[in-house]
């Protein structure tokens, strides 16, 4: 399968400044990368769906302005939480995917803690 | 869309004894079905997956889990288990184009001694 990195892996920010979250696909193309946020005790909730080199899908209730996510190659998604606020605190996490391939099933990456002051 | 349902949020057990985590999910159309565990602070890992073929599904650490479509089910069990198996464990389901999975709410494992 394939290795997915996150960096950073937690973050400490204030409110009212950007963070931007890289998720890496280390040995595999990634035609699909696919962002969620869990909060503490919750489940995963999709976020976002990217494809590479077009224009982030966002789930209903997901700011577009405020989550901006870029899928600049097969290998490289980052999601920018802009303007962070307190209740954007959240474990984040990404997954791949590439249609087409033998692996039909998401690849996970461990997740950034994202804590805003 | 899907959805899943898993039916305990929390179960307790002690060390060496079987358990079953039970899973429902609701779909219009054919899926694929996943358990994953999550350890404290870490991402998921994937425990065994249904795609197709034999309902009954073998994974690591000793679980496994049948596919009962009749029963819109996919529940998870392990003849055994270990402290170390104390976690959050998550069904989800997605589309056959893997492009909208949904999870579960999770079901938290604690093995006692």
Known sequence: GAVVSQHPSRVICKSGTSVKIECRSLDFQ??????????????????????????????????????????????????TVTSAHPE?????????????TYYNEQFFGPGTRLTVL | AQSVTQLDSQVPVFEEAPVELRCNYSSSVSVYLFWYVQYPNQGLQLLLKYLSGSTLVKGINGFEAEFNKSQTSFHLRKPSVHISDTAEYFCAVSDLNNNDMRFGAGTRLTVKP
Not at chain 1, 32 to 53: D, H, I, V
Not at chain 1, 60 to 70: P, R, T
């Open chain 1, 88 to 100: 954007d605190s959240s474990f984040y996490i990404c997954s791949v995917f590439s249609s087409g």
């Open chain 1, 30 to 79: 990634a035609t699909t990368m696919f962002w969620y946020r869990q909060f503490p005790k919750q489940s995963l909730m999709l976020m976002a769906t990217s494809n590479e080199g077009s224009k982030a899908t966002y789930e209903q209730g997901v700011e577009k302005d405020k989550f901006l996510i870029n899928h600049a190659s097969l290998t490289l998604s980052t999601l």
